[in-house]
């Protein structure tokens, strides 16, 4: 019994110096990340705080990329606007307490982010009509921005956008398969000070844009701003069951729509059944528009990663 206690008191030991150790790299980390990284970019006053956005390109329409619930804010779409800012104008921006844009006193309700986004294009004098590109998530607020400001949109591109009831629909396997760990404010707390957190995003960054030759840059901003980014992706996710509601019950009339419904194939049987529950919903959101279309993709969720190409095209024939 003595060396069992004596082994474990060795262990917690090791635990605690491990976990020392990685809040001296956190802290570090923090530190240099943000002394490295130089902010050039663009802002704008929204509701009392300071939004960042990146425009580039001329000509109307103005197309608008709306992000995920994503700690790379704008960055997501640096392949797609590259391309697309050579027939368009196009904005891409972060939301309030994401990257580079300030925190907001506002609730991360789907009604808020959506006026917030028709304040920022307005003070820019973005020109209207806007083509609203929206990943994931963003598909909910593209939705709320609709109820209010359809009258601005010439047409809406869904990249394997949510969907209001997949949360009611989903089987009771696929809720627990989804259910996140990182929903406990005592888990993420260790994740954020104790390096765990950032050293398991850098470990993604390097094998997703391993073929980038940007990679450095788009680390450097992510790294500088990692843990206010990934509070307020958790703040956002914590509103995601208020934006499912507030998006339901509303309808995009005539304005064109195209989805992009991501459909790779896996060898995980789990995977593969969350992949064609989230198929039917695509399909379902079909009705939102008397001129809509579905185009399935061969690729993971994040299409303007993995796929750009085929983003940029259905926003070419967007803007005909």
């Known amino acids: 019994m003595r060396i069992i206690w004596s082994i474990l008191k060795w262990i917690l030991i090791l635990v605690g110096f491990l976990l020392l150790l990685g809040v001296v790299y956190e802290q570090y980390s923090r530190y240099s990340a943000k002394k490295n990284f130089v902010d050039n970019g663009t802002y704008v006053e929204v509701n009392g705080h300071q939004m960042h956005y990146v425009k580039h390109g001329e000509g109307t329409p103005t197309v608008v990329f709306e992000s995920g619930l994503d700690f790379s804010g704008h960055m997501s779409w640096y392949k797609v606007q590259a391309e697309v800012s050579k027939f368009a104008t196009t904005i891409s921006y972060d939301r309030a ?10 609730p991360r309700t789907c009604e808020n982010m959506a006026d917030e986004l028709h304040t920022l294009l307005e003070k820019i004098e973005a020109k209207k009509p806007y083509v609203l590109v929206a990943h994931s998530m963003g598909g909910l607020m593209a939705r709320c921005y609709v109820k209010k400001y359809a009258n601005t949109l010439r047409g809406i591109v869904f990249v394997d956008a949510s969907h209001p009831e997949q949360i009611e629909k989903a089987p009771e396997s696929i809720k627990e398969i989804m259910k996140s760990p990182f929903s406990s404010d005592w888990i993420m707390t260790l994740l954020f000070n104790t390096g765990i957190l950032r050293t398991g995003i850098n470990m993604l960054l390097d094998d997703f844009l391993k073929n980038e030759k940007d990679i450095a840059s788009i680390k450097s901003e992510i790294n500088a701003y990692l843990i206010k980014s990934s509070q307020s992706c958790i703040d956002e996710n914590k509103m995601f069951e208020q934006m499912t509601k507030a998006s339901k019950d509303v309808s995009f009339g005539d304005i064109p729509l195209t989805i992009l419904s991501a459909k790779v194939k896996s ?37 303007q990663i993995e796929k750009p190409e085929v983003v940029v095209e259905a926003v070419r024939e967007m803007v005909k």
């Open 97 to 106: 307490g994401i990257l580079r844009s300030e925190k907001s006193d506002n």
């Open 267 to 303: 060898e995980d049987e789990e995977e593969q059944m969350i992949i064609d529950f989230f198929s039917k919903l695509q399909e379902d959101s079909l009705k939102l528009s008397t001129d809509s279309k579905l185009i399935s993709v061969d690729s993971g969720h994040v299409i």
